[in-house]
C-alpha cells in the first residue's frame, strides 16, 4: 500500500510539473482584473515572479498600489492601467486582448459573474461558436494523474448540445496541455442508461456523437457512476469493460450542482489541490478563489499561460 508521503509528493508534483513547463517557456501577457485584494495580488505578483505570467494589473491604482504596501508585494515593475470600478475594468481588460497586449485574463478580487458576464456578453468580442465552460483540474491524493471535473462553475442544467461542448472543451485543455488523448466518463448515478434519469440519455448520446466525429481527440464512455469510473476494482465487480472505467482523466457531470459539489469534496474532504480554467472564448480565463493555496494559484496560471501559447498556435474554435 502506498503511504501518504508519496501520496502527497505524487499530488504536488503533478501541478509542480505544469508550472515548471510554463515558467520554462517564458510569461506569457494576462490581465488581472481588478486584484485590489491580497489573495488576487499575491497570485499574480507570484505568477511573474515565476515567470509564469506578464501580468497587466486592471483596476484602481490606488487601491492596488496600498494594497501592496500593506503585504509586502512588489509591483513597480508590473504595468497598471486605471479602471474605477470591476465592471470597467473588466471592460479595460477585454480591450487590451483586442489590442495584443493580453493573451487571457484572470480574475482579481471581484465578483465571478461581473467577470464572466463581461466576457459572456456579445458585444466582448471573445465568444466563439463554442459554449464556455468551465473545468477544475484535480490533484488527488489517491489517484494517478489529473483529474479534470467539467462544468461545475457556468452551465447550471446543460442541455445535450452545451454538454457536447462542455466535453470538446475538457478534451481541447487536456491535448492542448500536452496531457495526451484523455478518458472521458460522463459520470450519472448509474452505470446503465434509464430513461427517468435524463444523465445517462445524455451520456449514451455523448459517445455516439464521438463514434460519429461529433466530438473528437477523446475516448469516451457512459454513463459511468463515480465509483466505476476512477476504481477499477468497482468497475471489475460491476462487470464494466471499458478503456475508460476505472481509470478515467476527465469527469463530465450531469449538471453544475453536481459537478461544483464533486469539486470541492475532492478539494475540501479528500485534500486535492486544484485549479481552475473557462474555455470556449477567444481567449483562456483564469476563475481563482481566496481559498486557492499559493499552488493552486501558480497552477492556474501555468495552465492559462500554457493553454494560451496552444490556442495562438493553433486556434481551435471557429469565431461565431
Avoid at 487601491?63 to 504596501?69: D, G, H, K, Y
Avoid at 481563482?288 to 486556434?315: I, N
Amino acid at each position: 500500500m502506498e503511504i501518504g508521503s508519496a501520496r502527497e509528493q505524487r499530488q504536488h508534483t503533478l501541478f509542480a510539473d505544469l508550472v515548471l513547463k510554463a515558467a520554462k517557456l517564458g510569461p506569457v501577457p494576462y490581465a488581472a482584473v481588478w486584484p485590489c485584494e491580497q489573495h488576487a495580488l499575491q497570485g499574480v505578483v507570484d505568477a511573474a515572479a515565476q515567470g509564469i505570467l506578464a501580468p497587466v494589473l486592471v483596476g484602481d491604482g490606488a487601491a492596488m498600489a496600498a494594497c501592496a504596501r500593506e503585504n509586502g508585494l512588489d509591483i513597480s515593475g508590473l504595468k497598471v492601467v486605471e479602471a474605477s470600478t470591476p465592471s470597467a475594468a473588466v471592460e479595460q481588460a477585454i480591450a487590451l486582448v483586442h489590442a495584443g497586449e493580453a493573451h487571457g485574463l484572470i480574475k482579481g478580487s471581484l465578483h465571478t459573474d461581473t467577470l464572466m458576464h463581461g466576457v459572456c456578453s456579445p458585444q466582448s468580442g471573445l465568444q466563439t461558436a463554442r459554449r464556455m465552460s468551465h473545468i477544475f483540474l484535480i490533484a488527488a491524493p489517491a489517484y494517478d494523474g489529473l483529474l479534470f471535473v467539467t462544468d461545475a462553475a457556468i452551465n447550471i442544467v446543460p442541455d445535450l448540445e452545451t454538454k457536447r461542448d462542455i466535453v470538446q472543451n475538457a478534451i481541447d485543455l487536456h491535448l492542448g496541455l500536452g496531457l495526451g488523448t484523455p478518458r472521458v466518463a460522463i459520470l450519472s448515478a448509474v452505470e446503465t442508461v434509464n430513461p427517468k434519469i435524463q444523465g445517462t440519455l445524455d451520456a449514451a448520446c455523448l459517445c455516439k456523437m464521438a463514434e460519429r466525429g461529433q466530438i473528437t481527440g477523446g475516448i469516451l464512455d457512459g454513463p459511468l457512476g463515480m465509483d466505476n469510473a476512477v476504481d477499477g476494482e468497482a468497475a471489475r465487480i460491476k462487470g464494466i469493460v471499458s478503456p475508460v472505467a476505472g481509470r478515467a482523466q476527465i469527469l463530465v457531470t450531469p449538471d453544475l450542482e453536481a459537478g461544483n459539489m464533486l469539486a470541492k469534496n475532492l478539494i475540501f474532504m479528500a485534500g486535492a489541490d486544484s485549479a481552475g480554467i473557462v474555455m470556449g472564448a477567444k481567449v483562456p480565463v483564469l476563475l481563482t478563489s481566496r481559498a486557492d493555496s499559493v499552488q493552486a494559484r501558480l497552477a492556474s496560471a501555468a495552465v492559462g499561460a500554457l493553454y494560451a501559447r496552444t490556442l495562438r498556435a493553433q486556434p481551435v474554435y471557429t469565431c461565431a
